[in-house]
């Protein structure tokens, strides 16, 4: 998991550049659907402003929600978002931009899925006035989108990590325990702050994000692709050296990854673990190399 970028350029252009890709319906009758957008737009406009400066002072929780919408205005706004569209799917592909014409296709909530989908940081159902605010959005997958679902805050806490503002630590929180019993590797992903190196209340939202998307168990459910493409890497460097040096120059690229894919990206942790621990060379010996 890394940290994505938001859009930079103004809020109320992307909203005004969704709005005015509206077409007019068949078989309207007025008011129509994209004069009554426009209009709504109009109105959204402070609540834009607010969003923006506390995104910028990172007080998103204390926005609440200000406009009382009737169901069909409501539904009007929801109306808004549609993935496939023209301007989302040019804010996806800013969004996902790294440095060197690299991108970002893979879901930073679980480091799992590729990318189908956009995510409400704040629900669209509690906040529809920011249902296309660009900075409300972020790439992610259905899955964890489902899982996610309208969650958003509980007694002042997180339920999720925010990419775009929750600065993600360097130090290790996510540990693999692994052991080879009975020909099979036994693989369980914990959670931890041993040394107490990370806040206290960003541990909190960390914990409370692997939780809700089921993380620890999906990565578990991956674990034994890894270690089946883990195995035949090593396995090939065994023609020209030693399992220690094969483990070492295995790490150095673990290393490395993590600068691109996150300290505490699954499958980093996993491999790292595979070559620190006992399990992987208990599997070479009874295999034979």
């Known amino acids: 998991m890394i940290n994505l970028n938001p859009l930079q350029d103004p809020s109320v252009e992307f909203l005004n550049e969704v709005v005015s890709s509206k077409k ?3 078989n309207e009758i007025p008011p ?10 109009q109105i959204m406009l402070p609540a834009y402003q607010v969003y ?10 204390r926005v609440t929600a200000s406009i009382t919408f009737t169901s069909n205005q409501k539904n009007d706004l929801l109306n808004l978002y549609n993935y496939s569209s023209k301007p989302f799917i040019k804010l996806k592909n800013k969004i996902i931009s790294r440095p060197n014409n690299h991108e970002v296709h893979t879901c ?17 159902e509690n906040y529809p006035e920011f249902v296309v605010h660009p900075k409300n959005l972020f790439p992610t997958c ?10 958003w805050m509980t007694n002042g806490v997180f339920e999720f990590l ?11 929180f996510l540990f693999a325990n692994i052991n080879y019993v009975n020909d099979t590797f036994d693989v369980r992903f914990y ?18 994000h692997y939780r809700n998307l089921h993380l620890l168990e999906r990565f578990t459910n991956e674990s034994y692709k890894v270690i089946s493409e883990f195995d035949n890497s090593i396995q090939g460097s065994l023609t020209t050296q030693s399992l220690d040096n094969s483990l070492n120059s295995a790490r150095a690229s673990i290393r490395l990854n993590q600068a691109t894919f996150g300290f505490n990206q699954f499958e980093n942790i996993l491999k790292l673990e595979l070559c620190n621990g006992l399990a992987f060379r208990q599997y070479c010996q009874v295999s034979g190399y």
């Open 191 to 208: 959670l931890g702050n041993p040394n107490h190196l990370i806040p206290s209340y960003l541990f909190d939202v960390i914990q409370n």
């Open 32 to 41: 129509f659907y994209k004069d009554r957008v426009i209009a709504l737009s």
């Open 52 to 61: 923006d400066v506390a995104f910028l002072q990172n007080t998103l929780h």
């Open 162 to 172: 925010n990419p775009y503002l929750h600065y993600l630590p360097n130090e290790q």
């Open 24 to 26: 007019k319906k068949k």
């Open 108 to 124: 930073q909530y679980c480091t799992i899925n590729s990318i189908n989908t956009l995510d409400h940081i704040m629900p669209k």
């Open 142 to 151: 259905s899955q964890c989108n489902s899982y996610k679902s309208t969650k």
